[in-house]
C-alpha cells in the first residue's frame, strides 16, 4: 500500500516570497491533515480536512497561510508572503477519520526561509 | 485544555540498555486516545501504538512494551535491549474524543541516541 506522498522534499526561499506543496493521502483515507513542525517542537496542527471540507483550521494563520482540497483527495498547503518565523518541516497526514484511527504521516516538506 | 509533557529531551544508552520515555498527558476529556510515534531522521513519523482511555492494560509488541497508568496521567514507553535502530525522536500525543475534529497534540519530543 502506497503512503502518503508530499513534494518537494526541501524548498528555499527568501522572505515575502510564495510557496505551494502537496500532498497525496493514502488511498481512501477522508481525512487528510496539515502539520507544521518547528526544529525542537513537536508537530503542530495548521489544517484538518474531511473529504473536501475544512473540519478545524483555528490555528492556521489565514492572513498567510491557505490550503485546499479539491475534489476530497490531493491538497495544497499555500503561504504567501512567507516570513522568517515559516521555516519549520510541513506534514501532511491521512487517516480513515474517525477519532481512534492513526494518522499516517508523509516525509514532509523542509521550508527554510532567508 | 489539552497538554502532552514529555520531560526527557534527549536519553543516550548504550546499545542493549533498557530505557524508558517518560510521557505525562492533561485533559479534562474522560474519553482520549493516546499514541506513540516514532521520527526517524528521514523525518517521516512512524505510528507504534495506539491506547484509549478505558483501557489500562499494558502492551508489550516485541522489545517495546507500554505502561498506561490513569492515576498518574502517564503512558511511559519502554524499549528493552535497545538497538542502534532505535536511534530516532519519540513523540507522544493525545486525541480526544470528539466529533469531527481529530486533532493530535504533542509532546516536545524525547531525542534516543543508542550508542554501539
Known amino acids: 500500500e502506497a503512503g502518503v506522498a508530499q513534494s518537494p522534499r526541501y524548498k528555499i526561499i527568501e522572505k515575502r516570497q510564495s510557496v505551494a506543496f502537496w500532498c497525496n493521502p493514502i488511498s481512501g483515507h477522508a481525512t487528510l491533515y496539515w502539520y507544521q513542525q518547528i526544529l525542537g517542537q513537536g508537530p503542530k496542527l495548521l489544517i484538518q480536512f474531511q473529504n473536501n471540507g475544512v473540519v478545524d483550521d483555528s490555528q492556521l494563520p489565514k492572513d498567510r497561510f491557505s490550503a485546499e482540497r479539491l475534489k476530497g483527495v490531493d491538497s495544497t498547503l499555500k503561504i504567501q508572503p512567507a516570513k522568517l518565523e515559516d521555516s519549520a518541516v510541513y506534514l501532511c497526514a491521512s487517516s480513515l477519520g474517525s477519532a481512534r484511527n492513526e494518522q499516517f504521516f508523509g516525509p514532509g516538506t523542509r521550508l527554510t526561509v532567508l | 485544555a489539552q497538554k502532552v509533557t514529555q520531560a526527557q529531551t534527549e536519553i543516550s544508552v548504550v546499545e542493549k540498555e533498557d530505557v524508558t520515555l517518560d510521557c505525562v498527558y492533561e485533559t479534562r476529556d474522560t474519553t482520549y486516545y493516546l499514541f506513540w510515534y516514532k521520527q526517524p531522521p528521514s523525518g517521516e513519523l512512524v505510528f507504534l501504538i495506539r491506547r484509549n482511555s478505558f483501557d489500562e492494560q499494558n502492551e508489550i509488541s516485541g522489545r517495546y512494551s507500554w505502561n498506561f497508568q490513569k492515576s498518574t496521567s502517564s503512558f511511559n514507553f519502554t524499549i528493552t535491549a535497545s538497538q542502534v535502530v532505535d536511534s530516532a525522536v519519540y513523540f507522544c500525543?493525545?486525541?480526544?474524543?470528539?466529533?469531527?475534529?481529530?486533532?493530535?497534540?504533542f509532546g516536545t519530543g524525547t531525542r534516543l541516541t543508542v550508542i554501539p
Open positions: 500525543a493525545l486525541r480526544i474524543y470528539q466529533t469531527g475534529a481529530n486533532n493530535l497534540f
